[in-house]
């Protein structure tokens, strides 16, 4: 099982970003797919999930209106849309795979909005 994240880097606020995450080694197109992210000193919180077709989709109410969480099932990829980036959006951004206990974790990709 391999998740790997991209599209993160270095935004300025007010900015936008897309981050990745491609998936292998399970059927991807039955898991729940989630994105969550971990700032410095703080605990990993969630971002949005998708379900496995992608019709149905939920965002913590901070991300709600700024975020979007998208899949391509044929790609075996997930997406987060990031735009209105705020300082406080920096954190690295993990993409997680299936429902506890049967969870995959990605390495993560680093989001970092400053002026």
């Known amino acids: 099982v391999q998740l790997v994240e991209s599209g993160g880097g270095l935004v300025q606020p007010g900015g936008s970003l897309t981050l990745s995450c491609a998936a292998s080694?399970?059927?991807?197109?039955?898991?729940?797919m989630s994105w969550y992210r971990q700032a410095p000193g703080k605990e990993r919180e969630l971002v949005a999930t998708?379900?496995?077709?992608?019709?149905?989709?939920n965002y913590a109410d901070s991300m709600k209106g700024r975020f979007t969480i998208s899949r391509d099932n044929a790609k075996n990829t997930v997406y987060l849309q990031m735009n209105t980036l705020k300082p406080e959006d920096t954190a690295v951004y993990y993409c997680r795979a299936g429902l506890p206990p049967y969870v995959y974790w990605g390495q993560g990709t680093q989001v970092t909005v400053t002026s």
């Open positions: 998708i379900s496995s077709s992608g019709g149905t989709t």
């Open positions: 080694g399970f059927t991807f197109s039955s898991r729940v």
